[in-house]
């Protein structure tokens, strides 16, 4: 950028000389030529640095996807317009209608594996974050958090999720991280947690939310970059690129409409087994899953999320959590491959909420469900093989199975423990 400035100089001695015939000496002179010098190199200088500046952010009037860069300090960020596809694009545009300059804030956040097997890479760590401590600096509906390996948005980002309590006055923001490194048994990490000064919030990460946290369903949704399986049944047709419908055995209607419901059975005889069962199977890991299952206060028959043989003529080798057979058959079940079924009780259903299943090993000798992560239950058997598939069953003749707003599964932590997490100074 070309900038004119103008310089008019006179000394006292110029004046001086002015009086006498206009006459300058010698030394009058070079201390003119001196100051002309010193003045064009501090213009010189200003121009330079004027053009050089460290980035701001370029604001065109539109929310998108962001993109930033810059030679450290603030970054350049620009604001984009969505396609006429419906994309939305990460282009850098010219035109501005406000240039904001801030800074970049960071916690760091220590990791600490707590048990002495390594983490294995990439796996999904929960963070529960004091927002409200941080108020000024996040966005009252949380879209300006980003997490990455260095410090001011600097290293590798992290894919993130935010699962709930999304507001800057949070005292228990949940947050799943994807952790891209290896922890060594009793070690830590750091990552940082950073206070940007444009939003983040996208369904291609790096950061995101549950879909029902967004203002339209699933707009920020980036599950399925965090974790090993994920589905938010957006939309109106259930994804046959994870899943099978099976409702034929079972006579259920299922219906996808921003969440997955399946209806009771239509049919007088019990010869469903699973209305949906993914395509994928799954041995070692968590099974978790947010939604509505009905108490068995007046369930006859199955109405169940869990591992489930793929095919609907096999009844055994499951583990599920659900209501089974009427009142006293409501929590965890097992059915080993012998056929032989186990019951354990003590999780609560009838409202929304969270439901976990842990599959400790691939030859696993017990299993432990619970529901908002607390009061844990947990049934050992003899004989399960693995892996199984995820499956939903409503053998019911009264009341839904759902909805079911996600399902996802996740890495198996060590020892069954996920690390721990403390928070450092804002930087």
């Not at 209608?97 to 760091?108: D, F, G, R």
């Not at 009838?350 to 691939?362: D, H, M, N």
């Not at 693995?386 to 932590?413: A, C, H, K, S």
């Amino acid at each position: 950028m070309t900038r004119l400035i103008n310089f008019r100089i006179q000394s006292t001695s110029e004046h001086a000389f002015r009086a006498n015939n206009g006459r300058m000496s010698d030394n009058s002179k070079i201390i003119g030529i001196l100051v002309i010098i010193i003045f064009a190199a501090i213009a010189l200088a200003y121009t330079y640095l004027f053009n050089h500046q460290p980035y701001a952010i370029i604001k065109t009037g539109q929310s998108g996807n962001l993109t930033s860069g810059g030679n450290g300090g603030t970054k350049v960020v620009v604001y984009n317009s969505v396609s006429s596809n419906g994309n939305e694009q990460t282009t850098v545009s010219s035109t501005t209608t406000a240039v904001i300059n801030k800074q970049i804030y960071s916690v760091p956040i220590v990791i600490r594996n707590l048990q002495i097997s390594p983490t294995p890479a990439g796996l999904q760590d929960m963070i529960v974050v004091p927002s409200s401590n941080y108020s000024s600096y996040i966005d009252p509906n949380w879209n300006n958090v980003e997490f990455t390996t260095a410090p001011e948005g600097g290293g590798s980002m992290i894919e993130a999720w935010v699962e709930s309590n999304a507001t800057s006055s949070s005292r228990a923001t949940v947050v799943w991280v994807k952790l891209p490194m290896i922890i060594d048994g009793h070690d830590t990490t750091t990552i940082y947690m950073d206070f940007m000064n444009f939003p983040v919030l996208s369904r291609d990460g790096p950061t995101g939310e549950a879909p029902e946290l967004s203002t339209a369903y699933a707009q920020y949704d980036n599950g399925a970059l965090v974790f090993n399986f994920y589905d938010n049944f957006s939309g109106r047709g259930l994804n046959t690129d994870l899943w099978s419908n099976s409702s034929a055995f079972s006579s259920n209607p299922v219906i996808v409409n921003d969440g997955l419901t399946i209806g009771p059975s239509t049919s007088k005889q019990n010869n469903g087994y699973s209305a949906v069962i993914s395509l994928r199977s799954f041995g070692q890991g968590v099974v978790e899953f947010y939604g509505t299952l009905l108490d068995n206060s007046t369930q006859p028959h199955y109405q169940d999320v869990g591992l489930i043989p793929a095919s609907s003529s096999n009844a055994c080798n499951l583990i599920a959590i659900g209501s089974f057979y009427g009142p006293g058959y409501a929590g965890l079940q097992t059915i080993d491959s012998y056929c032989y079924a186990k019951y354990s009780q003590g999780l609560s259903f009838g409202k929304p909420e969270i439901y976990s299943i842990f599959v400790p090993s691939l030859n696993p000798t017990n299993a432990t469900a619970t529901v908002d992560y607390a009061n844990p239950v947990t049934l050992s058997f003899a004989s399960l093989l693995l892996p199984q598939n995820i499956g939903f069953e409503n053998q019911g003749t009264i009341g839904n199975l759902g909805p079911i707003y996600w399902i996802r599964q996740r890495d198996y932590p060590p020892g069954g423990v996920l690390p721990a997490f403390s928070f450092g100074k804002l930087q």
